[in-house]
Nanobody
Framework: QEQLVESGGGLVQAGGSLRLSCAASGRIFSRAAMAWFRQAAGKEREFVAAIGWSGRWGSADSVKDRFTISRDNRPTRAYLQMNRLTPQDTAVYYC???????????????????WGQGTQVIVSS
C-alpha cells in the first residue's frame, strides 16, 4: 500500500520560485532513495534531482545552482526548491522512490519502483 503524492505545482512567471513536496506512505520507504523527474510536452522524461536516506544528493547540470532537493523522515517527504525559473523548466514533475538501504541515490528512471501522479509546473515569460 505504498503511495507517493506530489503537490506545489502551478503557474509562475520567469524568475520566480516554487517548492514542490512529495509525501510518501508505506514502510517500504523507510530506507528509500527519492527523486524528481520531469517531462516536457513532446520530450522524454529527464532526471532533475535525487537524494538518499543518508542525505547524499545530486542534481542535473541543467538545474544546478537553481534547484535543491531535500528530505524529511518520520514520515518520509521529499522537496524540490526551484529558484530563478525559466520557461524551459515548464514540465510535469514526478516524484519517484525505491528501496536503497546503502543510502545511495540514482539518476536513471528505471531504477525507481514507485511513482507519483505528477504535478504541472508552467513558467511564463
Amino acid at each position: 500500500q505504498e503511495q507517493l503524492v506530489e503537490s506545489g505545482g502551478g503557474l509562475v512567471q520567469a524568475g520566480g520560485s516554487l517548492r514542490l513536496s512529495c509525501a510518501a506512505s508505506g514502510r517500504i520507504f523507510s530506507r528509500a532513495a527519492m527523486a524528481w523527474f520531469r517531462q516536457a510536452a513532446g520530450k522524454e522524461r529527464e532526471f532533475v534531482a535525487a537524494i538518499g536516506w543518508s542525505g547524499r544528493w545530486g542534481s542535473a547540470d541543467s538545474v544546478k545552482d537553481r534547484f535543491t532537493i531535500s528530505r524529511d523522515n518520520r514520515p518520509t517527504r521529499a522537496y524540490l526548491q526551484m529558484n530563478r525559473l525559466t520557461p524551459q523548466d515548464t514540465a510535469v514533475y514526478y516524484c519517484a522512490a525505491t528501496p536503497a538501504y546503502n543510502g545511495d541515490y540514482y539518476t536513471n528512471d528505471y531504477a525507481y519502483t514507485n511513482w507519483g501522479q505528477g504535478t504541472q509546473v508552467i513558467v511564463s515569460s
